[in-house]
């Protein structure tokens, strides 16, 4: 079966995933996982056989796309899901008039991940919901 990434209006479905991952999973609290930030994002959504396995967000802010909430079902990991939902997300942002940069929040231990894609990390170490996280950014 093949996988399909799209823009999607079903912040629902997108919503379902991320609690499954990052509060059922992770122990993010569900009070920091939806933001107003949701509301001005454009949802990616990665299905297969018409079943959600994977998510994204992007928030344009100026000329930075900040890529965020990307994750990928436990059944869908370790297929190249993931590197699909980032080269997506890159993508619409090269596509996006003005954008000339697109910049994450990355787990620490992902940090090596968002690198063979192109990102560099810069600023220290901080912690998101219990996490630490880096910041990294990928020139257009």
Do not use: W
Request: hydrophobic share 45%; glycine share 10%; net charge negative.
């Amino acid at each position: 079966m093949t996988v399909e990434i799209t823009v999607t209006e079903d912040r629902d479905t997108c919503f379902r995933l991320r609690f499954e991952i990052f509060v059922d999973e992770q122990g993010v609290p569900v009070e920091e996982e939806i933001d107003a930030l949701d509301d001005v994002a454009t949802h990616l959504l990665a299905t297969q056989g018409g079943q959600p396995i994977g998510t994204a967000r992007i928030v344009f802010d100026g000329n930075t796309a900040m890529i965020g909430r990307v994750c990928v079902s436990r059944a869908a990991r370790g297929t190249g899901l993931g590197k699909a939902l980032i080269e997506k997300a890159v993508e619409i942002a090269r596509d996006t008039p003005g954008v000339r940069r697109a910049k994450l929040g990355a787990q620490v231990q992902a940090l090596g991940f968002y690198e063979k894609l192109g990102f560099a990390a810069f600023g220290p170490v901080y912690d998101d919901a219990g996490i630490d996280h880096r910041d990294m950014v990928l020139e257009l």
